[in-house]
Nanobody, 130 residues
Framework: VQLQASGGGLVQAGGSLRLSCAASGLKLGNYAFAWFRQVPGKEREVVSCIRSGDGDTGIVYADSMEGRFTISSDDARNTVYLQMNRLTPEDTAVYYC??????????????????????WGQGTLVTVSS
């Protein structure tokens, strides 16, 4: 099982980026997927979560990201996306995609911690300049 995150980069404030998480060795619909982000010296923070097999439209957890970030999945491509719009310098972080086979919808609704996830991809750096 492998997750490959991509799509990070340098963008000006107000711009957009779309992160991709390509999964191999697993079927997308059987897993809950999430994006976390981490700034040096701080804990890893959950951004958004989706479980495509349940027809889930996804959850964005922080008020600061709601309305700007959207998670989606493409079962045919076995890929999960994070569309990020109206980016601010506070969004600068390393973004990680992760997956878990057993995470329940109830656990998803409670802003899951990193420990709830079994499979992690490498991070992709997002830098937003002011």
């Amino acid at each position: 099982v492998q997750l490959q995150a991509s799509g990070g980069g340098l963008v000006q404030a107000g711009g957009s980026l779309r992160l991709s998480c390509a999964a191999s060795g697993l079927k997308l619909g059987n897993y809950a997927f999430a994006w976390f982000r981490q700034v040096p010296g701080k804990e890893r923070e959950v951004v958004s979560c989706i479980r495509s097999g349940d027809g889930d439209t996804g959850i964005v957890y922080a008020d600061s990201m709601e309305g700007r970030f959207t998670i989606s999945s493409d079962d045919a491509r076995n890929t999960v996306y994070l569309q990020m719009n109206r980016l601010t310098p506070e969004d600068t972080a390393v973004y990680y995609c992760t997956a878990d086979y057993t995470l329940s919808p109830q656990a998803m609704a409670r802003s899951p911690s990193p420990e709830a996830f079994d499979v992690w991809g490498q991070g992709t750096l997002v830098t937003v300049s002011s």
